[in-house]
């Protein structure tokens, strides 16, 4: 499986960005899919993931502000980013778990479980 990120970008607070991740390769079985994120100086941290039913679960600092969604047909991540905080600023990569099966783990996969990671992109909010 191949990801590759889209979208990103500099907003000041309280606006919104949208994230888009394509994926491509063996779509056959199902995974887990998730957007991480890294700010400068801290550890890499779940945002959201999403199973293959599609149920979702959130990191709580971004409940309500974000959504993640996909489309399974045209082999889309999406990550949808509302009410835009200074702290969001990161570096935010989609990932696939390295478990088969299209359940998510709770709370959200572990870094070292991930098995494939896109090339991540910037995302800057000014206050």
């Known amino acids: 499986v191949r990801l590759v990120e889209s979208g990103g970008g500099s907003v000041q607070a309280g606006g919104s960005l949208g994230l888009s991740c394509a994926v491509s390769?063996?779509?056959?079985?199902?995974?887990?899919m998730a957007w991480f994120r890294q700010a400068p100086g801290k550890e890499r941290e779940g945002v959201a993931q999403?199973?293959?039913?599609?149920?979702?679960t959130y990191r709580d600092s971004i409940k309500g502000r974000f959504t993640i969604s996909k489309d399974n047909v045209n082999s889309w991540l999406y990550l949808q980013m509302n009410r835009l905080k200074p702290e969001d600023t990161a570096k935010y990569c989609c990932?696939?778990?390295?478990?088969?099966?299209?359940?998510?783990?709770?709370?959200?996969?572990?870094?070292?479980?991930?098995?494939?990671w896109g090339q991540g992109v910037l995302v800057t909010v000014s206050s």
């Open positions: 390769g063996d779509l056959s079985i199902p995974y887990c």
């Open positions: 990932a696939v778990d390295s478990a088969d099966g299209g359940d998510c783990p709770s709370p959200a996969i572990p870094v070292s479980r991930v098995g494939q």
């Open positions: 999403i199973d293959s039913s599609g149920t979702t």
